[in-house]
C-alpha cells in the first residue's frame, strides 16, 4: 500500500510539474490538458490508498480498545 502511495505521488509531482511547464513552455493545451487530467487521477489515487490506511489503521486501533 505504501509503494502506491508512493508512485501516486511521484506521478502527481511529474504531472504538476508538467502542468508548470505547459504554462511557460510551447506545449500545445492539449498536452496541458492530458497532464492535468493525469494529475487529477494520480490525486485521487493518492487520496483512496491513504484513505485505505486510514482504515486500515482504525481498524487496528478498534480491535486493541477492547
Given at each position: 500500500?505504501?509503494?502506491?502511495?508512493?508512485?501516486?505521488?511521484?506521478?502527481?509531482?511529474?504531472?504538476?510539474s508538467g502542468s508548470q511547464i505547459?504554462?511557460?513552455?510551447?506545449?500545445?493545451?492539449?498536452?496541458?490538458?492530458?497532464?492535468?487530467?493525469?494529475?487529477?487521477?494520480d490525486t485521487a489515487k493518492t487520496r483512496e490508498t491513504l484513505a485505505e490506511i486510514g482504515r486500515s489503521i482504525q481498524e487496528k486501533v478498534n480491535r486493541f480498545k477492547v
Open positions: 500500500m505504501i509503494e502506491r502511495l508512493q508512485r501516486g505521488s511521484q506521478r502527481a509531482v511529474a504531472a504538476m505547459a504554462g511557460t513552455a510551447t506545449l500545445d493545451k492539449a498536452d496541458a490538458t492530458e497532464i492535468t487530467a493525469e494529475a487529477a487521477r
